[in-house]
């Protein structure tokens, strides 16, 4: 079994700041990209940020500059620093992650349960 938990979510102020965090646990051999996504209401779900197994990153347009991914491998840890949020980045995100699984050696992609993040003063 493999599980994808996130935290970090919550209310900030336009131009505050926010750290997400997303821990994988189980079955995991070995973990390959893991990104973030988001949704706000009404909208489709929308790619914001990736990162591969070898730390190459990937943003969207929207968020350059702004939000930085990073991964720790020792804790199957993904993060997501964003600063100078604005009212636009509300949206539930989510944590999606390519992994080889240690028990059946096959490899699958998974996502967490979400996490609200809400700007607004």
């Known amino acids: 079994q493999v599980q994808l938990v996130e935290s970090g979510g919550g209310l900030v102020q336009p131009g505050g700041s926010l750290r997400l965090s997303c821990v994988a646990s189980g079955s995991i051999s070995s973990i390959y990209a893991m990104r973030w996504y988001r949704q706000a209401p009404g909208k489709q779900r929308e790619l914001v940020a990736a990162?591969?197994?070898?730390?190459?990153?990937n943003y969207a347009d929207s968020v350059k500059g702004r939000f930085t991914i990073s991964r720790d491998n020792t804790k199957n840890t993904v993060y997501l620093q964003m600063n100078s949020l604005k009212p636009a980045d509300t949206a539930v995100y989510y944590c999606?992650?390519?992994?080889?699984?240690?028990?059946?050696?096959?490899?699958?992609?998974?996502w967490g349960q979400g996490t609200q993040v809400t700007v607004s003063s």
């Open positions: 999606h992650s390519a992994l080889l699984r240690s028990d059946s050696g096959r490899s699958g992609v998974y």
């Open positions: 990162i591969t197994n070898g730390d190459i990153t």
